[in-house]
């Protein structure tokens, strides 16, 4: 059994920066993938970035180069670093842990919004 919860969204004007937060408890070292998916109404839920317990990182094309996705080496905590921001990129993030036997589990969202 595994919690887990963002926090760090907000309003930003494009072209500015912010940092998610995801907070994991429970069996943590159950954990082995932690990432960062995001969903505007209507659309589907999109990975944004992943990162697993060995520290190897997957990200989307879309954010390649702007965004970085890091953890502490315990998997309590991943942070995801979006830089270069951009109007596209507004949407509720959603963090996500995913177990060594496939059981995924989410946090409840967070808002990020980017202004033109």
């Known amino acids: 059994q595994v919690r887990v919860a963002e926090s760090g969204g907000g309003l930003v004007q494009a072209g500015g920066s912010l940092r998610l937060s995801c907070a994991a408890s429970?069996?943590?070292?159950?954990?082995?993938?932690m990432g960062w998916y995001r969903q505007t109404p209507g659309k589907q839920r999109e990975l944004v970035a992943s990162?697993?317990?060995?520290?190897?990182?997957n990200y989307a094309d879309s954010v390649k180069g702007r965004f970085t996705i890091s953890r502490d080496n315990g998997m309590n905590t991943v942070s995801l670093q979006m830089n270069s921001l951009k109007p596209e990129d507004t949407a509720v993030y959603y963090c996500?842990?995913?177990?060594?036997?496939?059981?995924?589990?989410w946090g409840k969202g967070t808002l990020v919004t980017v202004s033109s």
């Open positions: 996500n842990a995913q177990t060594r036997i496939v059981v995924d589990y």
């Open positions: 429970g069996s943590i070292f159950s954990i082995n993938v």
């Open positions: 990162i697993t317990r060995d520290g190897s990182t």
